[in-house]
């Protein structure tokens, strides 16, 4: 079992930073992909970035890359969302995921995800 609790959400200016940490219970935490979506208002939730168990090889959805980096400490059971350069349209409400036997690739498909957190809001005003 692995319970997962986002934080560091909130709201900023189009253009400023934010980062988001995510904290994972449990001894297990380094067996799994890990992954950010997130879900805007009256849309579907959506792949935003994920990292490997333990290579930090990392995957990111087109509207993120090279804005956004996902990175993990599988010391501290953490892994974290560096969001540069927010727009508007990065308003959500971010999610983060873990999944047991995932690439990468294969976790932006949404399937096979076995723990979502509770999710935190990212509002980026214009």
């Known amino acids: 079992q692995v319970q997962l609790v986002e934080s560091g959400g909130g709201l900023v200016q189009a253009g400023d930073s934010l980062r988001l940490s995510c904290a994972a219970s449990?001894?297990?935490?380094?067996?799994?992909?890990m992954g950010w979506f997130r879900q805007a208002p009256g849309k579907e939730r959506e792949f935003v970035a994920s990292i490997s168990r333990t290579y930090g090889n990392t995957y990111y959805s087109d509207a993120v890359k090279g804005r956004f980096t996902i990175s993990r400490d599988n010391t501290k059971n953490t892994v974290d969302l560096q969001m540069n350069s927010l727009k508007p349209e990065d308003t959500a409400v971010y999610y983060c995921?873990?999944?047991?036997?995932?690439?990468?690739?294969?976790?932006?498909?949404?399937?096979?995800?076995?723990?979502w957190g509770q999710g935190t809001q990212v509002t980026v005003s214009s």
């Open positions: 995921a873990a999944a047991f036997g995932r690439t990468t690739q294969g976790m932006s498909t949404m399937m096979g995800i076995d723990y």
């Open positions: 449990g001894r297990t935490f380094s067996r799994y992909t």
